[in-house]
């Protein structure tokens, strides 16, 4: 039979927004447990991290290990499994894992992050490692000397076709739309000025070449100088993220409708009383997707989870002060 546990606050993910939440929520001396398979979330992927406070760079990676290191030194147990779904259950929530565990919680802090959009084409799944990347920051170093092509029209992905501009040989930057208008004019100047960057607009990459050993080439839609195909090392494909909200629906949590990310107010509350949510699958901090507003909105979902779990105990002691007839 499946296990059930029973804890204050349960926190899905491992990020950065999780650790912040349980190291708050421990000190604040709630019984709490993380749940989530994977370590680190994408700060653990970022490669170096420049603009956290306290640290003038450090490896995505170690900064993670340090925030589980710090929730570990509070005795917060990590149950190695994801969540599937969440049901309202009384004043609580019953959570299920993939592992078929159950948690019973009085308040739930989604902290899952977002899910990177693919391009979907055939063999790009069975090519990931093998060339195909979604993260330029993290492996660009990789492609020294090398021809690389970045997809994507935002800001990251016009950041990452300079950054890879300083490794790689050549790239093509290939984006469907005509203009880049959503990244910052500052970076379309610094792209514009980086000679070994091709700008392949209007097109789209319809098959990705392969041999054995893997990525060797990208088709396009139309052709760019001549040709309607590159030889090329590796692919970056940088066209945005999905807000994990599915579970979140299923609870009938209040979506916003034009990020499609989870809608929280100030305190990190959702509409459904003692769910929270926190980090990157929120609107809670606009455009600024990163580590600190992460670590910062795990932090507010605590207390919260704090301010939801005393009150229930208050009310809870109350009623068996009353049934005790005193
Ligand atoms: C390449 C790259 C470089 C970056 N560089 C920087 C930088 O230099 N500085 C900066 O501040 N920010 C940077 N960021 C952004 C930063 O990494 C994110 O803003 C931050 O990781 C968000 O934290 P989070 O906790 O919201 O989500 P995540 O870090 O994405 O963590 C989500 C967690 O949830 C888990 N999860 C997923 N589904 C489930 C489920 N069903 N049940 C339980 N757990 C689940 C995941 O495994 C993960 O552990 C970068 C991001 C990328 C991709």
Redesign the pocket.
């Given at each position: 039979m499946a296990e059930t546990k029973q804890v204050d606050v349960l926190i899905?993910?491992?990020?950065?927004?999780?650790?912040s939440a349980a190291l708050y929520s421990a000190r604040y001396q709630m019984n709490t447990l993380i749940?989530?398979?994977?370590?680190?979330?994408?700060?653990?992927?970022?490669?170096?991290?420049?603009?956290?406070p306290g640290f003038p760079s450090i490896d995505?990676y170690d900064l993670m290990l340090k925030m589980k290191e710090q929730v570990d030194l509070l005795e917060v147990p990590i149950h190695n499994?994801?969540?599937?779904a969440v049901e309202k259950s009384g004043e609580g929530f019953v959570t299920t894992?993939?592992d078929g565990t159950k948690i019973e919680s009085l308040s739930v802090i989604l902290?899952?992050?977002?899910?990177?959009r693919k391009l979907n084409l055939p063999n790009e799944e069975s090519l990931m490692g093998k060339g195909v990347s979604?993260?330029?920051?993290?492996d660009a170093p990789l492609y020294r000397n090398k021809k690389v092509v970045v997809v994507g029209g935002g800001s990251?992905a016009v950041e990452g076709a300079i950054l890879l501009g300083k490794y790689a040989m050549e790239v093509w930057l290939v984006y469907r739309k005509g203009e880049f208008t959503r990244p910052e004019p500052v970076l379309v100047t610094q792209l514009n000025q980086s000679e070994n960057v091709h700008q392949v607009m209007e097109t789209e990459i319809t098959e990705l070449l392969e041999n054995d050993f893997g990525l060797v080439g990208a088709k396009f839609s139309k052709p760019f100088q001549g040709s309607d195909q590159v030889d090329i090392d590796g692919i970056f494909i940088e066209i945005g993220?999905d807000p994990?909200n599915e579970?979140a629906k299923t609870l009938g949590v209040e979506i916003n409708s034009e990020t499609d990310e989870i809608h929280v107010n100030r305190e990190m509350k959702t509409n459904v009383s003692g769910l929270y949510a926190?980090?990157?699958?929120?609107d809670g901090s606009g455009n600024l997707?990163?580590?600190?507003?992460?670590?910062a909105?795990?932090a507010i979902a605590a207390l919260s989870a704090y301010e939801h779990a005393s009150e229930i105990k208050a009310n809870q002691a109350e009623a068996s002060m009353a049934l005790g007839g005193d």
């Open positions: 899905a993910g491992q990020g950065a927004s999780a650790f749940a989530a398979e994977q370590f680190g979330g994408e700060t653990a992927i970022g490669g170096d991290i420049e603009n956290y995505g499994s994801n969540i599937e894992l993939q902290a899952i992050g977002r899910e990177r979604y993260c330029s920051t993290c990251a993220a994990r579970i926190a980090g990157d699958l929120t997707k990163q580590t600190i507003t992460a670590a909105q795990g």
